[in-house]
């Protein structure tokens, strides 16, 4: 066994072969094809794909670099995005592996610094007795500038690494907090709206478990960030992700199960799970997307309450 918890005497269910993956017993070549299923399941949603232009934002984590590297391997035309938030050794290993990364796959890069840097930005915010959690302000801050670059840059969509086991943890928050009011964001694609300067967006990996991931990003040697982020400490998805990963443990494809049924169920509510972007306005300060009463984006008053 390894840190996989791979048995090296398990056999493919389809040739035979030596097996990479234990639960569905898959040998490397049907692993990947099984992988390239599920991304092509999201990917059939939009049309013409292959001659558009994609924007990948990349972390430096397993999610995203895997995603850059199935869809290159795909034929899809990609750019790589990198937003350096200034924390710490952290960021700076981040940047380093994304660098590597493009460099092996021979991929343009794009790097954005935020400035202030992330830890100057809550200090200045808790200063003014302003408190918000960091996982909340570095979520909207990563949200607004990959859009405001994709939009402004030419792009038609935005790629995220966003996974099943962050698709359904999320959710599970959501049904909790009775929050159905971010039901939208169960989509695996969001189409582009310009008059709202809203990129498209798209989750190949939508229905891929964090293993799936873990286990492609191995087979092909795609280094990643191993160090966790500061602030990442008592997320409540986090919680979660473990709770439903101890079920399914016990009970196989419980949470691909679990999160088709809360996407029938809210599609009740919500018509074809859509963005409902009829309360979606500019914003009076940057002329982007805000759904805020007083028509200033969340983007904007951070910023605005710096020293």
């Not at 191993?226 to 400490?233: A, D, G, I």
Request: with cysteine; aromatic share 10%; net charge positive.
């Amino acid at each position: 066994m390894n840190q996989l918890g791979i048995d090296k005497f398990l056999k493919c269910k389809f040739c035979n072969a030596r097996a990479v993956h234990p639960r569905l017993k898959l040998c490397k070549e049907h692993f990947i094809k099984y992988f390239d299923k599920k991304v092509l399941k999201v990917l059939k949603h939009v049309p013409n794909l292959k001659n558009q232009s994609l924007l990948v934002a990349v972390s430096g984590g397993k999610d995203s670099l895997t995603a850059a590297h199935v869809l290159k391997r795909l034929g899809f035309k990609i750019t790589l995005y990198f937003l350096n938030l200034g924390i710490f050794d952290f960021s700076l290993e981040s940047e380093r592996v994304v660098k590597s990364f493009a460099k092996n796959q021979d991929l343009d890069l794009n790097i954005d610094v935020l400035k202030p840097s992330l830890p100057e930005l809550l200090q200045s915010l808790n200063k003014k007795k302003i408190f918000r959690k960091p996982c909340s302000v570095c979520g909207l801050i990563k949200r607004y500038r990959i859009n405001k670059y994709t939009f402004e840059h030419g792009f038609s969509f935005t790629v995220t690494g966003h996974n099943l086991d962050d698709e359904l943890s999320l959710q599970v928050l959501n049904l909790a907090t009775q929050n159905f009011e971010q039901a939208e964001r169960l989509n695996t694609v969001l189409m582009p709206k310009p008059s709202l300067k809203l990129a498209g967006r798209i989750k190949p990996l939508y229905w891929l478990s964090e293993f799936d991931i873990a286990l492609y990003a191995k087979l092909n040697n795609i280094e990643v960030v191993k160090s966790r982020c500061v602030y990442n400490k008592g997320n409540k998805q986090f919680l979660i992700k473990q709770w439903l990963n101890n079920v399914d443990q016990s009970i196989p494809s419980f949470k691909q199960g679990l999160l088709k049924s809360i996407r029938k169920l809210l599609k009740h509510k919500v018509k074809g799970l859509e963005f409902d972007t009829s309360n979606v306005k500019p914003c009076k300060r940057c002329g982007y997307p805000t759904t805020s009463k007083d028509q200033v984006c969340s983007y904007c008053k951070i910023f605005e309450n710096l020293d």
